[in-house]
């Protein structure tokens, strides 16, 4: 009887259980009776795998809101490490989620367990000189972007261009009337998706900003309509009582759970905080204005760490700004609102970032799941035939 294959996985973010869920189920196809296991999100879940710890407790950005967090994530890596060499898997998958993912991979490549990095760090745009620490921590990186496998074959580092999952799933013609008929919109009202990101930390930087923005803009067009996607029952709460102390309870929205997707496609433009669901936006084909702020200190420690002049994706795939970024102190009620209507109202500029976005939907679009479980099938085949690892005892102290 064939030996259940074990494969290992962290996710760190809602944007990373979107990616490694149907990665699960194209592994699944090809090795029926694989287990899956490690830390993952809902959509993992409900694809088979076993969690072994919240998600949300890894979702935290920028330095001082990861120095906060860092005894907490500490204590989780080490039990996840100890966890996986105490019982080896065939294969461990580290899904985005660098600074948590890098560290461990190191380790258990160290042990002799093959490791990929599904979703490869930023070293484009900041933090350039993590691509020494990739080489040593993945056997394999699986990359998003057609721009990427260059820079990691310099450095000598195996990588497979697998597309992004969010274009496999987003049709070649989304339907906006389809979209509004599910909300119950007026077909011809203008309508607005607002976006403030998926972590609490988001929300509390952005939930008053997107409101008091919305506010402004009912001012100037009676009949919009706004639509606000979130990812949890946290947020939502977290979300309603932002719109209670700014005062918007009359404000024509409606909050969500879920349906970020449809959201956008229902809506004329869409403000977004900067990260994947810029991308998606970009890839539905929406007109949308990016924004973003995070505590002062944290922008002052970051920011001049960039490589690039842009931070949304649409942008960095552009090579040009195509979308308005609007952050940190320029983001304002005013400048935001001022930003979305002249999308609303300029058809030249919403058909030139149209034009842009197909582009980049095109692009990529490559069946990323099946492609990346293409590129670890050998991984998995290298670890089966090879002789079983002997278990030496660590040095005391090496493990939490």
């Given at each position: ?47 088979g ?6 998600m ?10 990861a ?17 996986l ?14 600074d ?24 484009w ?39 992004h ?11 906006r009337?389809?979209?509004?008929e599910?909300?119950?919109?007026p077909?011809?009202?203008?309508v ?23 506010k ?47 959201a ?32 002062k ?20 795939l ?24 002249n ?16 582009a ?7 069946g ?15 670890r ?12 005391e102290?090496?493990?939490?």
């Amino acid at each position: 009887m064939e030996r259940q294959v074990r494969i290992a996985m962290v996710a760190g973010e809602a944007s990373g259980d979107l990616i490694a869920a149907p990665l699960i189920a194209a592994l699944k196809a090809r090795l029926p009776g694989a287990r899956f296991f490690g830390i993952g999100g809902p959509k993992m879940q409900s694809a088979g795998f076993e969690t072994w710890f919240d998600m949300e407790t890894l979702a935290v950005r920028g330095y001082v809101e990861a120095a906060r967090s860092i005894p907490r994530i500490l204590s989780i890596r080490g039990q996840v490490k100890s966890r996986l060499l105490d019982n080896p898997p065939d294969l461990f998958v580290g899904i985005d989620a660098p600074d948590f993912n890098l560290g461990l991979e190191e380790r258990l490549r160290s042990a002799g367990i093959p490791t990929a990095h599904y979703v490869g760090p930023s070293i484009w745009a900041w933090r350039g000189e993590r691509i020494h620490k990739i080489k040593r921590a993945a056997d394999r990186v699986l990359a998003l972007f057609p721009f990427e496998p260059a820079i990691y074959e310099k450095a000598g580092i195996p990588v497979t261009f697998v597309g992004h999952p969010l274009a496999d799933e987003v049709p070649a013609m989304p339907d906006r009337d389809i979209a509004r008929e599910q909300f119950r919109l007026p077909l011809n009202a203008p309508v607005f998706a607002l976006l403030p990101g998926s972590r609490r930390g988001e929300l509390e930087q952005h939930a008053g900003l997107f409101l008091d923005t919305a506010k402004l803009i009912v001012q100037q067009v009676p009949d919009a309509r706004f639509l606000v996607p979130l990812t949890s029952r946290a947020t939502r709460m977290q979300f309603e009582v932002a719109q209670y102390e700014h005062k918007a309870a009359d404000l024509p929205l409606t909050i969500l759970f879920g349906h970020a997707q449809m959201a956008m496609t229902a809506a004329d433009v869409v403000l977004v905080a900067s990260g994947t669901a810029t991308l998606e936006a970009a890839l539905l084909r929406r007109p949308m204005v990016i924004t973003y702020r995070v505590p002062k200190l944290t922008w002052h420690l970051m920011w001049p760490r960039r490589l690039l002049p842009y931070v949304g994706l649409p942008n960095v795939l552009a090579g040009r700004f195509v979308v308005p970024e609007i952050l940190q102190a320029e983001a304002t009620p005013a400048n935001l609102a001022q930003a979305l209507l002249n999308q609303l109202r300029d058809k030249v500029v919403r058909e030139r970032q149209q034009l842009c976005f197909e582009a980049i939907y095109q692009s990529l679009r490559q069946g990323a799941a099946e492609r990346a479980a293409e590129a670890l099938l050998p991984m998995l085949e290298t670890r089966r035939t090879a002789p079983a690892p002997v278990s030496l005892p660590l040095p005391e102290g090496s493990r939490p």
